[in-house]
């Protein structure tokens, strides 16, 4: 699903050990040990130990405690790692035929949202799916796939085609708000993952990017990412007024699922929903 993988790399998390992966993690949720101890009937002074490294962990208490702190899957599997145990957690392609009934799912959920854009992305924003709304849009602001910049022509990534200065920028009046938010997530995958791996890779090539706020290197990653954004979109006399949600798929037991979301795009007008309510052919690029 994405060309940003890597196999060569070992997360920060492997290497350090599973005590500083807890510590991490405990300390990312706010929970205490004693608050921690308590949510997992585990005693404190076992955590501690493990923490400290003077204890090893079952491979149920890890994934006890993966399960205690909400860890994401893609950490769960390196905490059972770097404990000693094999990864419990796949990591498959959307068009695995065993994830049939998912792609099923996520295409009748596209159809439903037309005319309005809606896409399928993975945790590095890498676009997955994309319903006739969305590719309509793209073609809109961005123009025919060869006419692009070539960075953004030879990647399905949309937080680069945003935060590129030929891709989306010059058409987004909100750009910063809209820009800073995708680059909060990939701020966060890099946090979790460590060096070396593809989130790491991505936010180092989105931050080198010309016209990126200086501020934008070291955000404040303790405040949420918003489920609810609102985004303003101009070219040729044309305004479009859109809010966006973003959806995961409930408790799924797959990393590649676990890390999907589906955004769906809102007209917040009448001109805005008039717009896409024409034609495709009537939309020129």
Same mark, same amino acid.
């Given at each position: ?111 439903? $949202? ?69 680059? $909060?997530?990939? $701020?966060?995958? &890099? ?33 949420? &990412? ?26 799924? $037991? ?32």
């Amino acid at each position: 699903m994405s060309s940003r993988t890597s196999t060569s790399f070992v997360p920060t998390v492997v290497a350090s050990g599973f005590g500083q992966a807890l510590r991490f993690w405990r300390s990312r949720r706010g929970m205490s040990q004693l608050r921690m101890s308590v949510d997992s009937g585990i005693s404190q002074r076992h955590i501690s130990f493990l923490e400290s490294g003077r204890a090893r962990p079952s491979r149920e208490m890890v994934l006890k405690l993966g399960l205690v702190l909400d860890v994401p899957l893609r950490q769960r599997n390196m905490m059972l790692l770097a404990a000693g145990f094999a990864p419990l957690y796949r990591e498959r392609e959307l068009s695995d035929p065993e994830l049939r009934p998912v792609r099923q799912a996520l295409d009748l959920m596209l159809a439903q $949202h037309e005319p309005y854009p809606a896409v399928v992305v993975d945790r590095l924003w890498n676009l997955a799916l994309a319903n006739g709304g969305a590719t309509r849009l793209i073609h809109w602001l961005l123009g025919p796939a060869q006419a692009r910049a070539a960075q953004i022509r030879s990647s399905p990534n949309l937080a680069l085609a945003m935060l590129h200065p030929e891709g989306l920028r010059r058409h987004v009046e909100n750009w910063r708000q809209v820009a800073a938010d995708m680059l $909060h997530w990939v $701020h966060r995958e &890099a946090l979790a993952e460590g060096d070396g791996g593809p989130a790491r890779a991505l936010l180092d090539e989105l931050l080198a990017l010309d016209g990126i706020p200086s501020d934008w290197r070291d955000p404040d990653l303790e405040s949420r &990412a918003t489920p609810f954004l609102a985004i303003r979109l101009i070219k040729g006399g044309v305004v479009l007024n859109l809010f966006t949600t973003i959806t995961t798929l409930g408790t799924p $037991h797959d990393v590649t699922l676990h890390e999907l979301r589906v955004e769906c795009f809102y007209p917040t007008d009448e001109p805005t929903a008039q717009w896409f309510a024409r034609p495709a052919d009537a939309v020129a690029p």
